[in-house]
Each structure stands twice: as C-alpha cells, then as structure tokens.
C-alpha cells in the first residue's frame, strides 16, 4: 500500500443525453471496464452500455417459491405431526386455511432476497472505493454525469484513453488513484 | 376560441411537438434543476429545524411519554383497565387497531401500485407517505401486543419451538393476522430503506461533520451511482413493488376475517375484505394529504407537493370514499335481503340503535363529505382540502367503533346486551399512539429526505436523455 497506483479515470458529462452518447461510444471502442454514474437511473444507458440483462429476477423468484414450501410445510406439519389438536371441528390437515401464511412468507422472502441479492449482484456494502478519493465525484449524487474507466481495462491506455475521452465530450477528466 | 387556425410553416424541428396532444403540465414547478432539487431536500435535513418543530416534537413525546405510562399500568393491572367487559370484549384497541393498519395502506398503494402502474406524480410523496406507513403500522402493532394483557407471552404467536412442544394453531384468522402485519411491516421496511440508499449516499456525499459523514457513509452502503448497480437495483425495487401490491389487498383483508370468520350479525358478511380495503385507502389517503398540506406549508414545498398532486389525492379519495358508500349500502341490502333475522336487526340496530350517534358520525364523514370531492374548486381549495382530510380519518375511525363494538354490544341473548364506554386509559392509550406516530414522523422529517431526490430527479424532463432545452427548440422554431 506504498506505491500509489492508478485506479483509472474519470470523465464528466454535462447531461444524460451527453453520457448516453459517450457511453456508446466506449462500448464501441471495445472498453469492458468502464461504469457510468448518475444521480438517477438514466434509460437506454444498459444497452448503451451493453450491459447483460440482470439475473436477480431469477434469485428471487427462488427464494419466494423457497418461502412458500417452506411456509407451507411449516404449518402442515406443525398442525399434523408436531401438535395435532381438533380446533373448531376443522381436519389437522386444513390446506385452505395454510394458503394466508404460505403466501405472506412467500413474499417476504421475495422481499428480503430482492435487497441482498440486490446487494449480492452490486458487491455491497462496501467500506470504500477508489472513485470516494475524487472530490468531484461527489456530484455523481447531485447533479454530475460520469463514464469510469479502469486501468486494468485490456484496451486501456493512459494517454489514449485520455484523448478519447475528451474526443468523446468529457468536460474534463481525471485521474483516479487506487489508494 | 378560434377554431381556424393560420398554417404555420412547418418548422424543421416540429415532430418534437408534433400531435394534437397538448404538453402534459410539469409535474414538478418552479424551473428546478438536478442540482436545486438536492438543495431544496437536502437543505432541510441539514439547516436548523423550523420554529414550530422543536415545539411539535417536545409536544409529541410528552404525549409519547403519556403512552408509556399507560402501557406500563396495563402491564402490571392488565386490561381490565379498559373499558372491556362481557359481551364487548374488543372495545377501541381493536378499533385503534384496525384504523392505524388501514392508515398505513396508502403510503403501500403509492410506492408500490402507483409505480408498477407508472403514476409518475407519486415521486414526490412516495417517501413520507411510506414512512407514514411504517409509523401507522408501529401504532397498530401496539394495540394487539398489549391486548394480549400478559405482553411477555407475546412470543407464543410465533411458531418458536418450545420445551413444552406447542405450535400456534394457523387455522386461526386472529394467527394470520399476526403474520399478515408483520409482513407488512417488513416488507415495508426493505422497500423504504431500499428507496432510501440513493438519497442517503446524496446525504453523505453533501456531509460537513464527522458525525454527518460517518453515519450517512455507513447507511449508504457505498453507494456510487454506477449504472451497473442501477441496473440490479431497479429491478428489485420493482420487485418490491410488485411483492408489496398484492400485500395492499391482502393485508387488510386477513384483518376483515378477524371479523368475518365470526359468526357475529353484523361482523359475518363475505363483503369485508373489499370493503375493508377500500376504506383503508381512503383512510390512508386521507392522513397523507394531511402530513402532506402540513409539509408543504412548514417547509416550504410548493414546487414539489403541488395541487396537482393534491387535486390526483382528492379523486382517489372519492373513488374509495364511494366504494365504502356503497359498501354501506350493500351491508344493508343483503341483510334485508338474507332474510336473517338476526342480521336484520344488528343493521337497524346500528343505525337506529344506541350507537346511531356513531354510525351517522361515520355516514357523514365517509359517505357526504367525500361527494365534496367532485368540484373543482374544493379539490384545489387547501384549506378545505386539510379539513376535509382530517373528517375523512374521523369518520374511519367511527366505521371501525361501529363495526366493533354495535355488533358486540346487542349479541343474541338480550339478557347479555350492555352499552359500552371506553374508560380515561382507552382513550389515554389512542391519544398517545398518536404522539408515537408523530414523534416517529417528526423525527424522519428532520433527518431523512422527506422527498425522493433520485426520483424527482427522474421525473425531470431534462433527465430523459433526449430531452432538448427549450432554447435549442426555440431557436429551430
């Protein structure tokens, strides 16, 4: 951690119609490591990035369907197996009666996975990161627009992709140190 | 109006104006900017309280306080202390109950539905209205724990083994019911703070102190805008949408079969799951207008809660103010129309009965002051508009003390029939889940962004990537 080495860059836009163009233009240019950040999410800029669909549906979908079984086979055999009581007449095994519970646990274990896996696919939380050491990003919560690109990029080249960026429209870019 | 109009000559940029379709008027006024939204939101987490806060928040945890106490002694007395007896044996806990989930129903109903449905006005109201719903829900969970008389038992709803090798019995309504809210205030929970985490990241990034910096650094996760958690991040916000929608309906209607599983007249009718989750939209909507008019006076939030969101507010308020109407009016039809006899008179006993002071409370609230909602100049009158909003909540709790306790109060042995009344601790315990609920609710307004700057952003014509300035149209014109 003594030698300070270099993270990648960061180039600011003026508007998201701006970072869109710029985007694509990175994409074509063969970049693989390179984000966009902004304030909110600003559409069309997955595919201008190229960026794969997101697979966290799936996740959930999972544990729901998880949540369900599990919710259900709780109360089957917590009302058959381990404390079979006559109640109101009603059969131990009342399924109708099971389907409130089973779809409530159902959607809270959607719901639950939706944020950690939500967390999962992001890598967060996370203490910190190269791009905090830049006082300009702060922006990127307020109003700033901006195309990361890291150095471990194959394509990246310190000189190159300076110009580039500035050939792209970056009002201006900046070196990001990895310490 | 002039209806011939002269031809303009075609402008070479007119297909972005093209169509008959007028401009839609813009959501959000005042000619904000990316970067005035922030400031305008985050300056009111950051600057000193207006004046009227520390009095508010002093007034709301005495009363708080008043809560506590009152808990305390229902603790050590039990709830004898309440005006419960034979045969009214839920009295205004249960009535509390119902009224503060049903509040909650409403801060659901905008995140969620209004989302997946695209309502793009909901943006600016999403956020309080969602923390009225976890405060609404905290209030209500607070009356079925102390019901329970002895509150240290409470863990027997769980299903938590035990030495004894006891399970809840999940046949029960009043056993859903435990999972159903508590659910609810889960899911709520991850789908507020999951909206939360872009704007807590504003709020670190705009932090002076330590203090400021270390805290909102730790709530925001790391947070860093990239596009790629976007991506994962706006899928499972719609996924939370989408889970918490059904729980809309579903959750007010597991509480109706506490009733309807009955066999009680009055309480044993297949209408009150809709009927309940009408009314607590209605009810829900109308506390948000209320926290809402008050917001947008003390702070200053014109642009941002206009009267277009109120004049939207006030028409929801009308449908689901009609559809319990007329709720009202179909109770009353099947109950002729049953043939029960004992259905019949639990009806004519409400509203002819010993409670019909309550039940025409509730008639003209719910029923005649929503009609108000029709004009125009009603729906964009503010004031009126506050006090018509706080009549509507008024009413709703008048619908669940008449559902309560006129059906409780005149069961089928006349011998048993008794009038109830509430003692000073029922109404202690309801006045102070209201300091609960506000002291909660002051609190988030003083250190949370009240409005979702992420989404108020979003909803700029400027953040749509081929948006155009009005100056470069203008010069094209």
Known sequence: MTKQTLYGFLAEFSTPGDLLQAAEKVRDAGYQ????????PVHGLDDAMGMPRTKLGYVIGLFALLGAIGGFWLQAWTSTVGYPMVIAGKPYFSWQAFIIVTFGLMVLAGAFSALFGMFHFNRLPRLHHPLFNSENFKRATDD????????QDTRFNPAETRTFLTKIGAKNVEAISSE | MNLIKPKKQPSPDATVFSGSAPLPEPLITGKQTFASITERISAIVEGKPPKGWMIAFSFSVSILLMLLGTIGYLADEGIGIWGLNNPVGWGWAIVNFVFWVGIGHAGTLISAVLHLFRQKWRTSINRFAEAMTLFAV????????????RIWMLHYVFPIPNQMEMWPNFRSPLLWDVFAVSIYFAVSILFWFTGLIPDLATLRDRAKTRARKFIFGALALGWRGSNRHWQHYELAYLV????????????????????????LPGWHTTIFPPYFVAGAIFS???MVMTLGIIAREVFGLKDFITLKHLDKMSKIMLVTGSMVGYSYATEFFIAWYGGNGYEMFAFINRAFGPYAWAYWTMISCNVIIPQLFWFKKIRSNVKILFVLSILVNVGMWF??????????????????????SPTIFDIMTFIGTF????????????????????????????ADPHYKAPEEVKEND
């Open chain 1, 33 to 40: 490591k390179f984000d966009c950040h902004t304030p909110f």
């Open chain 1, 144 to 151: 700033g627009f901006f195309i990361s690109i890291e150095a």
């Open chain 2, 138 to 149: 905290i209030c209500a969970l607070v009356f079925p724990t102390i019901h329970v008389g």
């Open chain 2, 240 to 263: 939370l949408a989408g889970l918490a929608t059904p729980l809309v309906l579903s959750v007010h209607s597991v509480v109706s079969t506490d009733f309807a599983t009955s066999i």
């Open chain 2, 284 to 286: 829900g909507f109308a």
């Open chain 2, 399 to 420: 619908e669940r003390f008449v559902i309560v306790v006129s059906s409780l109060s005149r069961d089928f042995l006349p011998s048993a029939w008794a009038y109830y």
């Open chain 2, 435 to 462: 300091g609960l609920f506000f002291t909660f609710f002051l609190l988030f307004l003083r250190f949370l962004p009240m409005v979702s700057m992420t989404e108020v952003k979003g909803v700029l014509p400027a």
